[in-house]
């Protein structure tokens, strides 16, 4: 399995396999074809339907100035090698001088044909969490020393730079105000939530709706494309960070601890996106939210101090009931239902690790059996609930 720094990317949104993995592509591509005079991209499946709205061509031309985008909507995503296929091509006088197919897999990482990349290095021997957890039983580790055993000695410096790079979109979606750009009118709600004050409302309505403004500060952050941090992709941005802030800024968790359950939540996304998948063009939103509540809820639990079984619960059943999930951007924009979305996963992951912390010695589905359930779901699924913008509200929306 690859190291967890895959799962927490820094860039711009509004989506991770939309915007920040064709721009690292085309950065890439340019550095391959330096002598080229003109580039064209092609883009294919989810990235062509809904390319325009998640910004993909002006992210491409952010790290290629002066490509061509071309989208291909005719070709049927089973001819695909993946839902979100681009070919590159550098030209000289009009000629063809070199080309590349690359997919954006998800969270922002990117894949050539034919070629293995430093990323695909493997880190951990183990394969999935049930190997990871007897592993950590054998030698009585915690999930967190499991994971340093086996990284760099440099993982927590990048964990630094992710937490503040969280940190800062929860506070600049906090002061921002106006209406989000893409055309559906969409206003800023995060600064609303974090200052609406009600003298008679219990602590627990307190801190849902601080968590909730919280995740829909990083959010709107994504869709008004600022930066943000994959956790895993652009699309769930909001849920990991959300609980963490409150963790940390209204719970007093020193960041020493917050780093160590960043680690854990990365792990858990690891192992999702090792077998399975976090793309929502390849498995619905089931794989973005859903791995991200699911990421969330383990994080939560190991900050609790809860033991390695009930972290794997608590991450079980937060994945467990975001099963089926679609992903249908209303215009291909990551607003509708994505931002709300983020919220309602923050608080479901606190729900996910109160249920863990008494139920789990009577549980009977394992993490990765619930996560190769969400892959075989995603692949079952409808291509226009996968990112298509095809389907569900996307379509209903302007049909009423």
């Not at 990349?117 to 030698?139: A, G, I, T």
């Not at 008679?200 to 709107?220: F, G, H, K, L, W």
């Not at 794989?287 to 009930?310: K, P, V, Y």
Request: proline content about 4%; aromatic content about 8%.
């Amino acid at each position: 399995m690859k190291s967890i720094k895959s799962v927490f990317k820094i860039g711009n949104g509004p989506s991770s396999s939309h915007t920040v993995g064709p721009h690292n592509a085309a950065k890439l591509f340019g550095e391959r074809y330096p002598d080229a005079d003109a580039y064209r991209v092609t883009l294919f499946g989810s990235l062509a339907y809904t390319g325009e709205g998640h910004c993909t061509g002006k992210a491409i031309q952010s790290g290629l100035p002066g490509a061509e985008i071309c989208y291909n909507r005719e070709m049927k995503e089973e001819d695909l090698p993946h839902p979100n296929t681009m070919l590159f091509e550098a030209l000289s006088d009009g000629r063809v001088i070199g080309s590349d197919w690359i997919f954006s897999i998800g969270g922002g990482s990117i894949r050539i044909q034919n070629e293995e990349s430093d990323e695909e290095r493997e880190v951990y021997p183990q394969k999935n969490l049930s190997q990871m957890l007897h592993f950590c039983e054998e030698r009585g580790l915690s999930l967190a020393q499991f994971i340093y055993r086996f990284e760099d000695p440099y993982l927590r410096v990048y964990l630094k730079t992710v937490w503040d790079a969280m940190q800062d979109a929860v506070r600049r979606g906090l002061a921002a105000e106006g209406i989000l750009p893409g055309g559906l009118g969409v206003t800023r709600k995060a600064k609303l939530l974090y200052e609406k004050r009600c003298y008679n409302e219990s602590p627990d309505v307190t801190m849902n709706r601080v968590i909730a403004a919280y995740a829909y500060a990083v959010s709107e952050e994504n869709a008004d494309e600022n930066i943000v941090v994959t956790s895993p992709t652009c699309g769930a941005c909001g849920v990991l960070p959300a609980v963490m802030y409150y963790m940390q800024n209204d719970r007093g968790f020193p960041e020493d601890e917050i780093l160590d359950a960043l680690a854990v939540a990365g792990l858990i996304g690891n192992v999702i996106r090792t077998n399975a998948s976090i793309s929502g063009a390849e498995c619905g939103c089931q794989a973005e939210i859903g791995s991200a509540c699911s990421m969330t809820a383990a994080a939560l639990a190991s900050l609790n101090g809860l033991n390695i079984d009930q972290i794997e619960y608590a991450a079980e059943i937060a994945m467990e009931h975001n099963l089926g999930l679609t992903c249908d951007p209303v215009n291909g924009l990551v607003q509708i239902p994505c931002i709300e979305r983020n919220a309602v996963a923050a608080m479901r992951a606190i729900s996910a690790v109160n249920l863990s912390r008494f139920l789990y010695a009577n549980r009977k589905i394992s993490f990765d059996e619930v996560v190769e359930t969400m892959y075989r779901t995603g692949k079952d699924m409808n291509e226009k609930y996968r990112e298509t913008s095809h389907g569900g509200l996307a379509q209903i929306y302007y049909s009423v």
